[in-house]
Each structure stands twice: as C-alpha cells, then as structure tokens.
C-alpha cells in the first residue's frame, strides 16, 4: 500500500524571505518592546490605526510551544521552536464595557515604507507558561533607514497606546490562574456598586481627613508638581473589621473616574510588581493592598523568609515608584499595632492613618436610617435601636435592619418596623449562633443584655 505523504506545514521563514527579498534574514535588524498587560487591547487598536491607510499584509502565525516569548528570530526555520503560518485567532478581552474586545493572538504585519520593507510581529510576553505582557518586534533591513524606521514605528505604537488606554479609569485586578505557580493572568474589571457621598458615615474628623487627603490632594497635584513636590500619597486605613474602610474605597473609586483603582487582595501579593507596573503605566492610579498586616506585620512576628521577602517587596515598590508618579496608595488594615514601622513610620510610604472607629450614636442614627432602605421607621424605634447597637459596627447594624426587615415581612405587616421584630433580630444575630457569629457579624462589643 502506497504511504501517503502528509502536506508540509507552511513555515513562517518562507514569507519573510519572500517579503525582504535580496536581503539575508540573518541580516535583519530587530528591536522590540514589551508593554504590560494591561495594554493588550490597546496594542491590538494601535496596530489596527496604524495599518488602517497603508498597504501591508496580516499573518496568523502559531508555535507548538507557549514557555517562552515567541520573537522574529523564532520565525526563521527554527527545528527546536517551530513556527507555523496559520488562521488569524483572537480573544475576546472584557473591558468593562458591553462588547468584549477582540484581541489577536499573534500576528505578522509584512508592509513597505518608501520601498523598504519590515514586519511588525505581536507576540505574547511568556515567562515560564505565564503571561508577562504584549511584546512587539520589528525587523528592518541593516542602515541609517532601518534604524530610523523601527525607532519611529515604535514610538507611534507606544503613542498610540497610550492615548487609547482602555482600562484607563476602572476598577481592575489581575486574574490568579489555575496552575500551582498561581501566576498572574488576563486583568478582571470590578463592576463596583456605586456610593453617594451621603452613604458614606463616618466621623467628621474622618470625613476631614479624607478630603484633605484625597479630594483637595488630587486637586492640587499639578500646582504641587510644579513647585517640585512628591504627588504620590499614601494613606493608612485602619480601626476594627466591618467600620466602612472597603466602603469607603468603593465611594473613592467613584469619586475619581479618571484614576485607575487597582485592588490587590492578600492572595495576590506575589504580584505587587505587576500591580506596580501597572499603577506606572495607568495613572493616575489608586493602588489599593487589603489587610496590609498580612504581608508587613513587625519582622519579629514574621514566621519564614518568605514572609519577609514579600514586605521588603511591597517597600521597594513603593520606594521605587518616582515622586512625580501620580499613584494614590490605600493600604487597610485591622491590626495597625502589629504593622512593620518600616511602613507605618516612613513618610513617602505612607503620608497619613486614618482612624475608622465605630460608630457612634449620631453614626448609629444614621446607618438604621441608610440600610432600613425605605422600610418605615417610628422614630422611637430608631432611638431604640440605637440603644440597643452601642458598640456595633457599620456592617452589624446593616445586617441587623435586613434581618428586622425579614421577621417584619414574615409577620405580614404592612406599616412601620415594630420593636418585637427588631428584637426578634438582635436576638437571633447575639444569641443565636453563638459567639463566633457575634464576632464574624461585628458585634462582639455589644452587650448581651441589650436583647429583649
């Protein structure tokens, strides 16, 4: 029987011999950059702009292996690292906005500038299997024309990039994968539930300090530039768990709609370097770390070196970012006492801690009224419920007027909260699940004797 031979694949190396002609690949002339994650989309809309008006042609180009970044040498009959011509494949990347967008892969743009010929190859940044970013190579033909091509080509790339912007102004965070190495993946937009000014119950003081620190900082930024002071900030939030600090992140984020919220939760720490890279890139920027404490609790609480590289990690970073970088630091925190000082008493680190107390009975009066959510209330019950509420958190009391407002629709009244339905609630809440549930709801502080 006669062995059919199977149809060779189509080599990237045979349309670049095509494309520079008399010119040795071997000779060819790249240079590239690298742009992080967060300009993905961003590149696909810049060369899209910038092959729009000129006459060029698109290849899908394919490698059997994903543990490193494919590059123009790769393209080049490679046996080790074979590269293929194929379909043009795309993503869809959310955005955040209705329609994803559509993201190539890779791709291999062969075009001319007044006779001279280059590619343009769109890979992605691969470091051990993890995505790192968007590499962008250009190859050009040896002399001053090359060189002053691939140079301009790239600088209209990166301006490109950069006007465009797509997660400019929204809440993101970096995507953990599945494998072991937990490494960073593709960016998640936060679809955040918006907060009004009036939502937002704190203290006076603390509401001072936060437009001081963040509102008229902010407004001042250029003129502070322009006298030659830092424009970087960083600010310390801290008082017991449930008091609003998250709150009030999610009031910030919306209250500044041209800066970028990065949120970096305690499992992501590993990755404050791409966080870092990103605040650069997407500023201005809110870097927010939650529960600060894991990661940069005092040196003498810390139990390996692993815990201690991930602290010299987060000091670096900030030290490293330049004092005109318009990056707001929010680091939270419900344990301020077992901070490392070398974070908590460093100005240029952090600029300023703000206290999140529980509230008191003006701020009690204040979240019954906020998260009884339209449900009637007799103002004696109110003064009640304040009473009964002394040394309660924010997030108590909200979970207090939901459960008031269950015993009061089961009971099948149509009128006002009644104080038999708002007991029936603080009881199930303190005496009902034990104290673990007091603790989890933020109620430890309340007194048992405040039920019935």
């Not at 995507?175 to 006076?204: A, N």
Request: proline content about 5%; glycine content about 8%.
């Amino acid at each position: 029987m006669k062995k059919v031979k199977s149809p060779t694949l189509p080599v990237a190396e045979q349309p670049l011999r095509r494309h520079f002609g008399r010119v040795a690949l071997q000779d060819l002339v790249t240079a590239s950059r690298t742009f992080p994650i967060a300009a993905r989309v961003d590149i696909q809309l810049a060369l899209d702009k910038l092959f729009s008006e000129r006459a060029h042609r698109l290849l899908g180009v394919h490698t059997q292996y994903q543990h490193e970044t494919m590059t123009i040498a790769h393209l080049m009959g490679n046996q080790h690292y074979p590269v293929v011509i194929g379909p043009l494949q795309h993503e869809e990347i959310d955005i955040g906005e209705a329609i994803p967008a559509r993201v190539l892969r890779h791709g291999l743009w062969l075009a001319e500038d007044r006779k001279l010929p280059y590619a343009i190859l769109m890979s992605q940044a691969v470091r051990f299997t993890q995505r790192q970013g968007t590499h962008i190579e250009i190859a050009v033909p040896p002399g001053e024309h090359g060189l002053a091509l691939s140079r301009g080509l790239l600088d209209q790339i990166e301006s490109l990039v950069k006007t465009t912007a797509s997660y400019r102004g929204k809440v993101i965070s970096l995507e953990t994968t599945d494998r072991y190495s937990g490494g960073g993946g593709d960016l998640r937009v936060h679809k955040l539930r918006g907060v009004r000014r009036e939502e937002v119950i704190l203290p006076r003081k603390t509401l001072d300090l936060l437009d001081r620190n963040v509102g008229e900082f902010i407004r001042q930024r250029e003129q502070l530039k322009k006298l030659g002071m830092p424009i970087k900030k960083g600010l310390l939030f801290y008082g017991p768990p449930g008091t609003g600090k998250t709150h009030t992140i999610h009031y910030l984020a919306g209250r500044l709609p041209d800066h970028t919220t990065l949120l970096i939760t305690a499992e992501q720490v590993a990755f404050l370097d791409h966080y870092f890279q990103l605040a650069r890139f997407l500023q201005p920027a809110m870097v927010v770390v939650e529960d600060v404490d894991l990661i940069a609790r005092a040196r003498d609480e810390m139990r390996s070196a692993c815990e201690e590289s991930l602290l010299n990690k987060l000091l670096n970073e900030m030290d490293g970012l330049r004092e005109d970088a318009a990056v707001l630091f929010v680091l939270t925190t419900n344990r301020p006492d077992q901070l490392e000082s070398a974070l908590a008493s460093r100005p240029g680190r952090v600029d300023q801690a703000i206290e999140f107390p529980l509230p008191d009975e003006d701020g009690r009066r204040q979240l019954i009224r906020l998260y009884a959510c339209g449900l009637k209330l007799d103002p004696d019950v109110v003064e009640l419920t304040v009473s009964k509420t002394k040394g309660a958190s924010a997030a108590f009391i909200k979970e207090l007027m939901r459960r008031a407002a269950q015993f009061h629709l089961q009971s099948g009244a149509d009128g006002q909260l009644q104080p038999p339905q708002l007991d029936a609630a603080l009881e199930e809440i303190l005496l009902g699940g034990g104290s673990l549930n007091v603790k989890l709801l933020g109620g430890a502080n309340i007194s048992r004797e405040t039920v019935h």
